[in-house]
Nanobody, 124 residues
Framework: QLQASGGGLVQAGGSLRLSCAASGRTFRGYAVGWFRQVTGKEREFVAALKWNSGNTVYADSVKGRFTISRDIAQSTVYLQMNSLKPEDTAVYYC???????????????????WGPGTLVTVSS
């Protein structure tokens, strides 16, 4: 089971760091992705990381502002979000799967494991 945390309310221009951990196991061999969703809209890709290689992929909308990283000792994936904008407001979901090819890292349906989400609200 995935546990995402770190959401909250922040002013535009501020920062938040989200965390994703898997209870009872590590992420070794997995791809871990962050997605976000606004009510009434489709789930949107934010960033993904392949645990073994550390390779990362980002949505264009967050490049240069968000950073996905991993802590191997803590078996945790982080999403550092800087220069937040009101349009970043959404519920953020952590996801994982052991069998995703690189070209599908941004595809929600490619992930079989999802956490419950954490709300990020950016005020203007």
């Amino acid at each position: 089971q995935l546990q995402a945390s770190g959401g909250g309310l922040v002013q535009a221009g501020g920062s938040l760091r989200l965390s994703c951990a898997a209870s009872g196991r590590t992420f070794r061999g997995y791809a871990v992705g962050w997605f976000r969703q606004v009510t009434g809209k489709e789930r949107e890709f934010v960033a993904a990381l392949k645990w073994n290689s550390g390779n990362t992929v980002y949505a264009d909308s967050v490049k240069g502002r968000f950073t996905i990283s991993r802590d191997i000792a803590q078996s945790t994936v982080y999403l550092q979000m800087n220069s937040l904008k009101p349009e970043d407001t959404a519920v953020y979901y952590c996801s994982a799967d052991p069998r995703i090819i690189h070209s599908n890292l941004g595809v929600p349906s490619a992930y079989n494991y999802w956490g419950p989400g954490t709300l990020v609200t950016v005020s203007s």
